[in-house]
């Protein structure tokens, strides 16, 4: 018995050395940043969706990542700010815009950088943005837009061609292919 429990333990502890060493691995490799770089902010009318730790693309490649977000207490607009890897220096006039990563996850910000001369310095703030688009907002303009289109419905039930909306009438079908 004493013989089966040796090696029965030597075998749990091989499982929990590579257990370990699998996590090591991925913490490691997981694309996560320190937050090595310089802070810069944006502000924003809304952020919805956007979250701390989210990631700073340029041009789909992550550079940064989010480290704070907050309202301004005067003009009520979100003040986010993020970190930017210090080998990518950004133009003056960079925009700065909150996208959807899919129509089900995400957000993340998107950096557009213009043509100026000058750098952005560490701390300060990128004045050219877009807010967060809301999917919900989104598809009730949509909607709304859809039923404006086709109007009220005050046609009656005998005539066909007001109906829906003149697409079928009595006497003024299409020809056949041919003639």
Do not use: C, W
Request: proline residues 4%; negative net charge.
């Amino acid at each position: 018995m004493a013989r089966h429990g040796v090696a029965e333990t030597l075998t749990g502890a091989a499982v929990l050395v590579v257990a370990l060493a699998f996590l090591g691995y991925a913490v490691a490799h997981s694309g996560r940043s320190s937050g090595a770089g310089y802070s810069l902010q944006a502000k924003f009318d809304h952020i919805d969706g956007l979250n701390v730790g989210g990631d700073v693309r340029l041009a789909g490649v992550k550079v940064g990542t989010v480290t704070d977000e907050r309202i301004d207490p005067k003009t009520f607009s979100a003040i986010v700010t993020m970190t930017v890897r210090d080998d990518i220096k950004l133009p003056k006039d960079t925009g700065a815009s909150i996208t959807s990563e899919s129509l089900l996850g995400g957000k993340y910000i998107s950096l557009s950088p213009g043509g100026d001369e000058t750098d952005l310095k560490p701390g300060q703030t990128i004045t050219v943005t877009q807010s967060s688009i809301s999917l919900e907002d989104l598809l009730g303009k949509f909607i709304f837009s859809v039923t404006s289109l086709n109007g009220p419905k005050d046609a009656k039930d005998g005539d066909p061609q007001k109906k829906d909306g003149g697409a079928a009438s009595g006497d003024g079908a299409l020809p056949p292919l041919g003639k």
